[in-house]
């Protein structure tokens, strides 16, 4: 008679799952196999089951012995120890959540949604950390949800970053669960899932122009930085991504058009004397390519996503050298053009509706939610002069 001994084994890590594995013994031979059961490390005690016992999941010992049968001539008493482990782990594994995550990934890329697809990959990496081994849906419940977002928060991320990771999965596995893969459990309910307000910073006017008149004639890719910050200032605030895959054939009698990569909404801007010379400097650098800027060459959707991410992290290492020349006060980063121009166009009281249209805005209420993260500097001078007019 065989027996299955249910084991235990926890993580080496405290809070994360640990594994179970089935230690089967049978004619004096012992067989490790590793489940797909990856509980937290509560209390265990292993038991030991026939192979017509009930199991701890109500499972008969037949769905233990029943994969090797016709191995064995349908006895289970010869049957190799490798064969054994194969039967075992092929019956009632599941859809793995990495693995899907992956494919989902690749399905994004086929579909050019290159930017979703990365932060698939980003976020399988790390429950890939978390986890140490990929895992069925089944098992992808509210306790080991938390578990993984206490983990992220030991490793001191920030409740933003946090919650990036959990909607994520989220989708992920919501996808899931409409193709009926796992059933609705809602496992993200006890997790934080939204985005905290973070104070943005913006550069005065001033700053602007001194950063504009800086001659960096001998470092031409301090000067593209710049003027890539600058352009971005002069077309209310446009994305990096969106100048990065800008199309000469974007501009076409005195205006810029383009639909931004973000939501896809279409914008047009007037070519401005300050644009024009900008746009002007780069002709010469990528005369064969489509794109105004030398940021992307390939004509491969993927490989120019990849480049126009490099691009990204040099422009932004490029910006950090610049602010300490003009001193700034502040780490630019490309994002500090964008809120820049928000701020300028509310301090010149620029009504809220025509800000909104400026930055591609879909709803005055979403810039609405943008401007009061900005700077306060405003609402700080007018306070100042009621206290003053107190005496105090």
């Known amino acids: 008679m065989a027996?299955?001994?249910?084991?235990?084994?926890?993580?080496?890590?405290?809070?994360?799952?640990?594994a179970v594995y089935y230690l089967v013994d049978h004619k004096k031979r012992r067989v490790q196999i590793r489940s797909e059961v990856f509980p937290m490390p509560d209390p265990w005690k292993g038991e030991e089951i026939s192979p017509?016992?009930?199991?701890?999941?109500?499972?008969?010992?037949?769905?233990?012995?029943?994969?090797?049968?016709?191995v064995s001539g349908g006895s289970g008493d010869c049957c190799p120890d490798i064969d054994l482990k194969r039967g075992f782990r092929a019956s009632?594994?599941?859809?793995?959540?990495?693995?899907?995550?992956?494919?989902?990934?690749d399905e994004l890329e086929r579909f050019g949604r290159f930017g979703t697809a990365r932060n698939y990959r980003r976020t399988a990496g790390s429950f890939s950390r978390f986890l140490g081994r990929d895992i069925p849906f089944s098992r992808l419940d509210e306790r080991l949800i938390c578990a993984y977002a206490e983990w992220l928060r030991r490793r001191n991320l920030v409740r933003n970053t946090v919650s990036f990771y959990m909607r994520v999965l989220r989708a992920v596995y919501n996808k899931a669960v409409k193709q009926h893969i796992v059933e609705q459990r809602f496992p993200f309910r006890s997790v934080y899932t939204g985005v905290d307000r973070t104070r943005k910073r913006a550069l005065d006017e001033r700053t602007v122009i001194s950063l504009q008149r800086l001659d960096l004639g001998d470092d031409p890719s301090l000067a593209l930085a710049r003027d890539l910050f600058v352009f971005s200032y002069c077309m209310r605030g446009m994305a990096f991504v969106d100048i990065a895959f800008l199309r000469r054939d974007a501009i076409r009698n005195g205006v810029i058009a383009y639909c931004r990569h973000k939501t896809g909404q279409c914008l047009e801007v007037r070519m401005e004397p300050c644009i024009e010379r900008i746009v002007r400097r780069y002709e010469g650098d990528c005369p064969s390519g489509p794109y105004v800027f030398p940021l992307i060459r390939s004509s491969e959707p993927g490989a120019a996503f990849r480049e126009y991410y490099n691009a990204l992290s040099v422009h932004n290492r490029k910006l950090k050298e610049l602010s300490k020349l003009v001193d700034a006060g502040i780490s630019l980063t490309s994002y500090v053009a964008r809120h820049t121009w928000a701020t300028v166009a509310r301090n010149h009281r620029i009504p809220l509706a025509v800000i909104?249209?400026?930055?591609?805005?879909?709803?005055?209420?979403?810039?609405?939610?943008?401007?009061?993260?900005?700077?306060?500097?405003?609402?700080?001078?007018?306070?100042?002069?009621?206290?003053?007019?107190?005496?105090?």
């Open 92 to 105: 009632g594994r599941g859809e793995q959540v990495l693995d899907y995550m992956l494919r989902l990934s």
């Open 3 to 18: 027996t299955v001994k249910v084991k235990f084994r926890a993580s080496r890590q405290p809070g994360r799952p640990g």
């Open 356 to 392: 909104s249209a400026g930055m591609g805005h879909t709803s005055e209420k979403t810039t609405q939610i943008y401007l009061d993260s900005l700077d306060n500097s405003v609402v700080d001078r007018a306070n100042r002069r009621i206290i003053q007019a107190l005496n105090l």
């Open 52 to 70: 017509a016992s009930r199991g701890r999941n109500g499972g008969s010992g037949d769905e233990l012995w029943g994969p090797c049968a016709g």
